[in-house]
Antibody, heavy 117, light 107 residues
Framework: EVQLVESGGGLVQPGGSLRLSCAASGFTFSSYWMHWVRQAPGKGLVWVSRINSDGTSTNYADSVKGRFTISRDNAKNTLNLQMNSLRAEDTAVYHC??????????WGQGTLVTVSS | DIQMTQSPSSVSASVGDRVTITCRASQGISSWLAWYQQKPGKAPKLLIYAASSLQSGVPSRFSGSGSGTDFTLTISSLQPEDFATYYCQKANTFPFTFGPGTKVDIK
């Protein structure tokens, strides 16, 4: 069974940093694209970033480009999202997902990031 | 950027009803479209990808159709566990935009 478990969320002040992690199990992690998708409280889904299977290719939404960095450790079956210069509008539940380049086949429950002073 | 819209924004239906949700892209996206189901407090779940391909394990009462700019998700006979919010997502180019969602609730 595919399991994706996010961690690292919490309360951070505007301008601060946070590092999210996603522990993957139940599938061959190194064979799949991984994505982060976020959802602000009571709002819809927003794609944030993706990384290819070997970590050599990454893409970002314009809203986070230059502030967020996605990475992965295939030896540890872990996906990461380093978030810097956080803004109030980054407040959301961040979901780790796995799948193809374009589709999100499996999702974690998410970790809540709150940016507030 | 290509914008995604959904209609209706909400629908009230009864168990056994046929429910149809429409998703429209502001420009053509061929068949690069997915549908997700999200229940309150839960992670989204992939139902349909490539406009009409049923994700493994998803009941056959769910079906998708369309190409270009107009797409449809159909639930042939609504079941109690289908009351949820449904999102479409374009997948041809960045950004991978989602539609605003359609809430299906109990009449």
């Amino acid at each position: 069974e595919v399991q994706l478990v996010e961690s690292g969320g919490g309360l951070v002040q505007p301008g601060g940093s946070l590092r999210l992690s996603c522990a993957a199990s139940g599938f061959t992690f190194s064979s799949y694209w991984m994505h982060w998708v976020r959802q602000a409280p009571g709002k819809g889904l927003v794609w944030v970033s993706r990384i290819n299977s070997d970590g050599t290719s990454t893409n970002y939404a314009d809203s986070v480009k230059g502030r967020f960095t996605i990475s992965r450790d295939n030896a540890k079956n872990t996906l990461n999202l380093q978030m810097n210069s956080l803004r109030a509008e980054d407040t959301a539940v961040y979901h780790c997902t796995c799948g193809s380049r374009e589709y999100f086949h499996h999702w974690g429950q998410g970790t809540l990031v709150t940016v507030s002073s | 950027d290509i914008q995604m819209t959904q209609s209706p924004s909400s629908v009230s239906a009864s168990v056994g009803d046929r429910v149809t949700i429409t998703c429209r892209a502001s420009q053509g996206i061929s068949s690069w479209l997915a549908w997700y189901q999200q229940k309150p407090g839960k992670a989204p779940k992939l139902l349909i990808y490539a406009a009409s391909s049923l994700q493994s394990g998803v009941p056959s009462r769910f079906s998708g159709s369309g190409s270009g700019t107009d797409f449809t998700l159909t639930i042939s006979s609504l079941q109690p566990e289908d009351f949820a919010t449904y999102y479409c997502q374009k997948a041809n180019t960045f950004p991978f935009t989602f539609g605003p969602g359609t809430k299906v609730d109990i009449k």
